[in-house]
T-cell receptor, first 116, second 113 residues
């Protein structure tokens, strides 16, 4: 079975500062990894995903993430935070094949607050 | 707008009752997924349908059931409702499944009183 751990349920940064949201996964087979964002009273929107190939993945709104197999990590970063980035962020994993194929297992989420 | 629609947006009901949540996937998507989001359990996968057939099941209670119809819309039926069933229920869709992006609807917020 797969699992995801997001370190830090709340992260607070100043506008213009680096955003770093941490995600570690556990999987016995190669994972497919996703970051989703949820704005208040809305559904989840995909920021970026890693399936195969390049381990540094660029997404929307200036976010990127790097898949590090040796560290079982998929941390999300953005060089300069904007007020509009304030939201809840979810890391998720699925794997190829078996009964878990396509089923997303989510972390507990990280609420990002951006201060002016 | 993800292209996934869910109705109703809000639902208030009493314990012991039964409700039906509806989801229309994006045009062309064959897979539909249901997730439950609650404060204590977080986001949890419930069930997946592909082209009308159940493909994967998560921690879905026996009181809950789902189906996908020939026009590919899906319904999640929740019966004998309990206070703890109060949550946000999301539907997502993708073309087939696997590592594809799942597109989420806006959710149905269920409150059981």
């Amino acid at each position: 079975a797969q699992s995801v751990t997001q370190l830090g349920s709340h992260v607070s940064v100043s506008e213009g500062a680096l955003v770093l949201l941490r995600c570690n996964y556990s999987s016995s087979v190669p994972p497919y990894l996703f970051w989703y964002v949820q704005y208040p009273n809305q559904g989840l929107q995909l920021l970026l995903k890693y399936t195969t190939g390049a381990t540094l993945v660029k997404g929307i709104n200036g976010f990127e993430a790097e898949f590090k197999k040796s560290e079982t990590s998929f941390h999300l970063t953005k060089p300069s935070a904007h007020m509009s980035d304030a939201a809840e962020y979810f890391c998720a994993v699925t794997v190829a094949g078996g009964t878990s194929y396509g089923k997303l297992t989510f972390g507990q989420g990280t609420i990002l607050t951006v201060h002016p | 707008d993800s292209g996934v629609t869910q109705t109703p947006k809000h639902l208030i009901t009493a314990t012991g009752q039964r409700v039906t949540l509806r989801c229309s996937p994006r045009s062309g998507d064959l897979s539909v997924y249901w997730y439950q989001q609650s404060l204590d359990q977080g986001l949890q996968f419930l069930i997946q349908y592909y082209n009308g057939e159940e493909r994967a099941k998560g921690n879905i209670l026996e009181r809950f059931s789902a189906q996908q119809f020939p026009d590919l819309h899906s319904e999640l039926n929740l019966s004998s409702l309990e206070l703890g069933d109060s949550a946000l229920y999301f539907c997502a869709s993708s073309v087939r499944g696997g590592r594809e992006t799942q597109y989420f609807g806006p959710g149905t917020r269920l409150l059981v009183l």
